[in-house]
Structures are given as structure tokens and as C-alpha cells.
């Protein structure tokens, strides 16, 4: 049995930052060569620190979603996994044996020598009839001081493409570094140009930078009287969307050091919880503000409040997917970044089979039926704030300096508004849902909402509408 | 049968606003002099609108909780009622016949000839052997060119204390009028002087700006070198806290038109309501985010979220008062203003029995019993924005103005966080929870809450952490 894991970013704001991570788990479920594909996010839910414990396996493949090597893939998503590695990670990643479980960290994707052929697809996708006679690409990185390796993958890309024999030529430029896009007249000669941005996803470079540095008017835009020539310019959406990053993804995870088909073991405490959940939900329970009743083999979960509504006045879904994007926001069409604030929408029902239930149960309350089976069963450590403010590192350093009047403060405005027990502030929770108290879920450390919100307060910012950085 | 109404302004922001008009419906209750004691407001619930549907009989005797006349109780307070009168409330009062209810409303109880007495009595506290000898008093208004008659009450009172002999002399003063207050020391012979401030309660006024017009540095001020030899000025708390202001809430009543001890009926639609809820209640329910279980005669509230919570984990009181306290803030110790936002706080339940039960529900979630089943049988109106909107006056005339977006904007901030279906703007609610669905209920006009925040996004200030006017 083997559990495969995508690290994504996420967002506290922004409800679209996690459709990537989405899309390719969705795509890797598909192709059943894992027994589960899970999610996990920086700023959204399962966290980093939960997302382990709500593997089904004792062998679990963790894939950082992330375009380039660098501070998230280096020091955030090992520290928090608690790997207790920190820094490049090697050829294979790293493996490491936690809580029972065998973890292999990889590389990010976008560093993976497949992703030369992901360049070539979007190349295609654009140029079909790309030929070695007459057509020049260019792969564009981003570039940067911050880290060397940045525009080494970029480099090794264009040198492996330039290889293959499919284009005339291939130049690597950057946006923020030399070689810098805007020389490409005086560089590329070929009359027909493709771009391929080797970026994450469509954003502010891909839609607004590259088009202006470039003179870009469009997907296809001619130049008539450039220093070699007449040109035609083929601009390429960024790789990092392409569905077969899927096979990049893939091929990381079969790379990684000591990876088998076999894989591993169910994970045994897992396993209870879900057996337990499950016996609470044959009979029918609340969770949190959810309701879940059983209806011949199906379960049917709906907010609480929506109890006795007739199902076809009821927007009904039967996946997890679906479940996950009716919850995804409030009834105000705000973005939820943590999943037990008490803002469920309503309106909704899904209906799941067993083998989907706990998926399902995944996107409305992510990591809440094993952490608070474990807190049932006095398996689960809180963290308490000052542990998780010492860990934090780069714009978040500072909210080691908060008070803690300031910690409570930030508690009385966010943690009001949250289902959760703050175990990690010296609440006690003697009861969970699975001992009938649907409101009683324990948490057992701040969540990175709260942290970020910490270090507003600690700015003096709190309260002001701001895009929080990193 | 009789019902007792007192009004007063409530604040969307302050929780402490309502306090008084709390205090007065408790000394009045203790009394039993009226079968009910009903409060209503302006800026919380139950609201002006609902108010006179949560009476319990066709008897209903209206006071406005305001030392003064003025734009509240001759304009807003009508208009709100639905009284079908504006302007000066004559003297007896407005009667007037709504519903099926005889409704009589009349002044407030600081233009009241009883008030003399209130005066008396906080001039006693702050020096109880005070003598028409060598005491002299100040009634001090506020005073104001915006309203004439808020000066003349202060006139009369001093008049009557003056006719009463119980003082050397007695003088009226203002704060923002002539005579002003700042000239005491020239008008007021007396060694011994009392100041009385006419004013509804503690507030700006009577801990700042008065003590600074006149000097006092606490209860008890002397003033050694005076112009009229040396002075010792008693300082005495507001009179609209004074508990005596009871009686003349009474004398008000009884004196207004057409007041008969024996009083009107029950109200039919009323009691239909109150039955249909009580057996539901027997049954054990849920109504909005609140349990309700029988047990043995009484009956217990709590949280939904805490079913199931070990009774000695929660926070036990027994009186609606109890429950009111407890559910006026939410876990983060913001004001509640509006009840049915999905903010009701946990970790407390109220034991009530079934007399209390009402007034238990009517803290809980003002008006939403009497609304719902209005609802479920047909007979509530929906009153649509625009006609709202209309009907505004003051600083809320504006909201005329909003465009559709703008209110949709609003609804989506506000309306999201709330229980309750707008069924004036169109949406459809088939069930409430009479019928089974603990979040269904009604919302048949936009509430002031909503109004302000209207308010807010038409003068471009929503979102700001401004304290909203009027």
C-alpha cells in the first residue's frame, strides 16, 4: 500500500491558489498506480503538520508542487513535516522513518529532467508543425540572485531540448537576470520564435511581464522588421499547468530512494480511526456543523442547520471533488482557508459511498477525524504557541516577539470564529464529536492562518486589508 | 391582560447600551403590575418593527426609554411602530389600533412630572441632610437650539423642586445654552450645592465635560474662595439610572389615554404561536444554532455544537436573564447585535421552565418564534428593500441611494454571517423550524444593522472601524 502526497502553497486568501494541487491529485487518482493521493498545503488545510497523519499508508511519497528548489522546498515543507533535514535536498530526496511511517521527501518537479519534455508539449501546443529548419525556443525563467539554482534548471532544460534536435536553436533567458528576454531580437534568428514560460501557473508574469518585455501583442504575434529578419512570435502558457507534469510527478515519486510498488502497511492507528468514524457515521452523527445520516449503504453529509430540508431544495453532489468545491467558501463567497471556521455554507448535500466518505470527509474537515481520534484515544501532543513561534523563520521570525496579550487578542478575533479547542493555549477538551459532542474538535497547534495573523498584530497591520506576503 | 413596552436606542457596536432599558423591564417584571414587560429597540431586538408581534396581549402600552423629546421619540419611534403619526406626542399620549392590539404610546419619561421626584432623590444620595437652609440646587441639561422643548423640562423640574421648598434655591443650567453651566459660581449664593445632571446615564457628559465646566474634581468639591464666600459643590449621579424612574415609567402608563388596569386580551395569533412552539420544545428540538431539550417539566438550552457535553462542563443559569447574558457576546466578546448571526457562543446552558421558556427564547433569538410561525402559516410580510430604504430619515436617508449592487454587495458581508433567509429580497424559505429545519427562519425586512451598513458602503466608509452615528 503506498500514499502519495502533493505539497502545494495555498493561500489564506485567495480560494484559486490550490487548483493546481488540486487538478493533478484528481489526475493521479485517475491513473490508480497509488492507493491515495493526498493533499497538503503551507496556507490551507491539511496542513503541513497534519497532512502525515492522514496518510492511510506506512508508505508515503511527499512531492513539493513547486516549480524551483528554494526557501519552501529547502526550509518550510522539511521543517514542518518534521524531517528533520534542512537544505538542498539530494538526487532521490530524503527518506526518513516518523511515527511508524516511512517518508520520502523529493525534489519539486519542476527540476525533474521530464520536464524538458513538458517544455516541448506546450511548445507543440502552440506550434504543432515546429520544425529544426526554421524555429527557435526560447524557455523563459523567472531568474533571481536569491538562488543559485533557479536558472540552473533553466539552463539544463534548454541544453537537453537543444539536444533533441527539434528545434533550430534554444536559448535560455530571464526576466530578472542576464540574459534578459527583452534581447531576444538581437539573439534568436530563426523566423518563427516558441516561448515557453517555465512558470508555476498563469499570473502577473505570465498575463502581464513577459507579453511587455517581449512586445507581445497575443499567442501569435508577427515582428516584420527585426534585426534577422522577419519573426513570428509563438507564446506558450506556463508549464507548470500541463497535465503531464501527472507523469513528471510520477516518475519522482518512482525515483525517490527505497520507493517499491509494494509500498507499505496500512497504517494501523489511521485505520482505527476511520473504522471508528465510520461506525459513528452508520448510525448517523453530527460533525462540527456537518450532519451525516446513512441512507441504504450511502451516507449523506449536509449542515446541521440544513436538517429536514427537502433534498430538492438542495444543491446535490456525489464526489468528494464536489463536496470540496460547495464548501470551499462561505455563504459571502469568501475563500474558507481553515476548514472548522464556523462559516459552512448551506445549501448542499453530498451524497458518498463508504469508499469516498472519508475523502469526503477530508475536504470538509480536513485531518479532523484523526486528530481528534487521537486526542480520544490521548494520542495526540499539542504544541503550545511558543514551540510553533520559535520555528518560524522569514517573514514570520517575528512573531516570536508577540506578547502574549497579543496572542490572545489575535485568539479572541480568529479562534472565536473557529469550531476548534485551542489545546496548544491550555484548553481542555475532555469529549470529541466521537463521544457525541459534534462541536468538540480538538486543536493541537496554531494553524498558519493564526500565525500569519500574529504577525499582522506584531506589524501593528492586523485588521488592515493586506495581501499577507510569502 | 396587559404588555408593557420599553423602548430603547441599543447600539450595534455597544453591548452595554441596552443595559438600562434591562435594568427597568427587570424592576418592572418584579414588580407585576403588567403581565409582561417587553423591550424593543432601535438599534438591536427584538427591532421597532417586530416588537409589538412578540406582545402577548391586545393591551399594549408603549414607552419611549428617552429623557427628552426629540427626533427618536416624535419621528423614528412612530414611523418604526407603524403609529401612523409624527411629530410632538401630545400630552395622554398616541393611541392607536394595530393588528387586532390597542397600542398607546406615550412620552418619554423624562417629560414626566414624576422626574422631580428622581431629581430629589440623587440630590438626597450625594448629601441626604440636605436643607432648604443653606442648599442650593442645579438641574443641568444638556440644552440644545435643535429642540426647544429640551430645555422647558428642565425649567419645569426646577420650578416644581423650587415650589417644593426643599432647597435655599434652585437653579437650571446648560451645558449648551445659556444660562451656562461655567456661571454657577456667580448665580448660586448657597454654601452647600447640589448638582443634579438631567441626563439618560453615565456617559462623556457626566464624567468629563461636566466636572470640567464646573471644576469638581469628584463627589465632593469644595471651593474655599467663591465669589459668594466659600462653596461645597455635592456632585449626584445622572437621574436616568435612578432606580425610582420605575415609578415613573408606571405613572406614565396609567396615565396614558384609555389605560384600564384590566387591559385587553390574549393575543390569539400570539398564543398560537407559543403553543405550537411549546410542543415542539416537548419534543426536544433545534432552532438555529441552539438545542432545546425537555427534561422533566423544564427545559434545557444550550448550543447544538454542544450536545452532549457534560451539564458540570458548562456554565449553568436559570433565568432568561441568565441566558440573555451569556449569548450577548460571542466567543470573542464581540456585541451581538443582531441575534441570529451564526456567532451564539457555547459552553453554557440555561435550565428554564416552561413559563420562563419564552422569555428564555426571546433573549435567545428575538421574535424569530413569533416570525416563523408567522411564515409557516402564511401571514408574514415581506417588506422589500426599496420600500425600506424609503422610509429612512436622518443620516439614513442616504441608503436611498444605494444601487442594487451596492445592496447585494452589503448582503453578501452581512446577510452571509446570519441565520436567517431574506425573504425581502426575493429568496424562498418553504420550512421553517417549526417544520423540522433548525436553520430556516425568516427574515421579512432588512434590519437596521443592515441599514447602517447600507449606510457605511454608500458613503464609501464600510470596512472601516468607525462608530457609526445616530
Known amino acids: 500500500m503506498r500514499s502519495l502526497v502533493l505539497i502545494g502553497h495555498g493561500s489564506h486568501l485567495n480560494g484559486e491558489s490550490a487548483g493546481a494541487v488540486y487538478r493533478y491529485a484528481e489526475l493521479l487518482r485517475a491513473r490508480g498506480l497509488y492507493d491515495e493521493v493526498v493533499e497538503g498545503y503551507w496556507k490551507e488545510e491539511p496542513s503541513l503538520r497534519q497532512v502525515l497523519r492522514t496518510t492511510r499508508s506506512t508508505d508515503v511519497t511527499v512531492i513539493p508542487m513547486f516549480i524551483s528548489e528554494g526557501y519552501f522546498t529547502e526550509t518550510v515543507i522539511p521543517r514542518e513535516l518534521g524531517l528533520g533535514h534542512q537544505g538542498p535536498v539530494p538526487e532521490g530526496g530524503v527518506a526518513r522513518v516518523l511515527g511508524g511511517k516511512t517518508v520520502r521527501y523529493t525534489l519539486p518537479y519542476g527540476v525533474h529532467p521530464g520536464m524538458a519534455d513538458v517544455i516541448l508539449a506546450r511548445a507543440r501546443e502552440v506550434l504543432p508543425d515546429l520544425s529544426a529548419q526554421d524555429t527557435a525556443l526560447i524557455v523563459l525563467?523567472?531568474?533571481?540572485?536569491?538562488?543559485?539554482?533557479?536558472?540552473?534548471?533553466i539552463y539544463c532544460n534548454a541544453e537537453q531540448l537543444r539536444a533533441s534536435g527539434h528545434f533550430a536553436e534554444v536559448h535560455a533567458l530571464f526576466l530578472d537576470e542576464d540574459p534578459k528576454v527583452g534581447t531576444w531580437p538581437e539573439v534568436v534568428r530563426s523566423p518563427r520564435v516558441v516561448v515557453v514560460p517555465f512558470f508555476a501557473s498563469e499570473g502577473w508574469h505570465t498575463l502581464e511581464t513577459i507579453p511587455e518585455d517581449m512586445g507581445l501583442t497575443g499567442e501569435v504575434t508577427v515582428f516584420p522588421e527585426?534585426?534577422?529578419?522577419?519573426?513570428?512570435?509563438?507564446?506558450?502558457?506556463?508549464?507548470?499547468?500541463?497535465?503531464?507534469?501527472?507523469?513528471?510527478?510520477?516518475?519522482?515519486?518512482?525515483?525517490?530512494?527505497?520507493?517499491s510498488e509494494r509500498g507499505g502497511d496500512e497504517d494501523r492507528t489511521h485505520a482505527e480511526a476511520w473504522a471508528a468514524f465510520l461506525a459513528l457515521a452508520r448510525q448517523g452523527t453530527r460533525v462540527g456543523e456537518a450532519l451525516i445520516t446513512p441512507h441504504g449503504g450511502l451516507f449523506e453529509i449536509r449542515h446541521a442547520l440544513d436538517e429536514g430540508r427537502p433534498s430538492d431544495d438542495l444543491t446535490t453532489v456525489v464526489t468528494p471533488e464536489g463536496l470540496r468545491d460547495l464548501t470551499r467558501r462561505d455563504e459571502g463567497g469568501h475563500h474558507r482557508?481553515?476548514?472548522?471556521?464556523?462559516?459552512?455554507?448551506?445549501?448542499?448535500?453530498?451524497?458518498?459511498?463508504?469508499?469516498?466518505?472519508?475523502r469526503g470527509m477530508h475536504s470538509l474537515y480536513p485531518a479532523v477525524v484523526e486528530e481528534s481520534y487521537a486526542h480520544q484515544t490521548h494520542t495526540l501532543r499539542a504544541t503550545p504557541w511558543p514551540t510553533t513561534a520559535r520555528r518560524q523563520t522569514g517573514i514570520y521570525t517575528?512573531?516570536?516577539?508577540?506578547?502574549?496579550?497579543?496572542?490572545?487578542?489575535v485568539s479572541r478575533?480568529?479562534?472565536?470564529?473557529?469550531?476548534?479547542?485551542?489545546?496548544?493555549?491550555?484548553?481542555?477538551?475532555?469529549?470529541?464529536?466521537?463521544?457525541?459532542v459534534p462541536g468538540a474538535i480538538p486543536c493541537p497547534e496554531a494553524c498558519t492562518y493564526f500565525i500569519a495573523e500574529v504577525r499582522e498584530e506584531v506589524s501593528g497591520k492586523r485588521g488592515q486589508e493586506t495581501v499577507s506576503g510569502e
Open 398 to 409: 517575528k512573531v516570536q516577539r508577540a506578547t502574549p496579550e497579543q496572542v490572545e487578542a
Open 413 to 436: 478575533e480568529v479562534c472565536s470564529r473557529c469550531l476548534k479547542t485551542r489545546l496548544w493555549a491550555g484548553e481542555k477538551l475532555p469529549l470529541t464529536f466521537f463521544a457525541g
Open 141 to 153: 525563467g523567472h531568474g533571481t540572485t536569491r538562488n543559485e539554482n533557479s536558472n540552473r534548471v
Open 226 to 259: 527585426n534585426p534577422h529578419g522577419p519573426q513570428t512570435v509563438y507564446y506558450a502558457r506556463p508549464v507548470g499547468t500541463h497535465a503531464s507534469v501527472a507523469d513528471v510527478i510520477l516518475h519522482l515519486a518512482e525515483e525517490a530512494r527505497g520507493a
Open 337 to 358: 482557508p481553515v476548514h472548522t471556521f464556523r462559516t459552512l455554507p448551506r445549501g448542499w448535500r453530498a451524497v458518498l459511498s463508504e469508499a469516498d466518505l472519508p
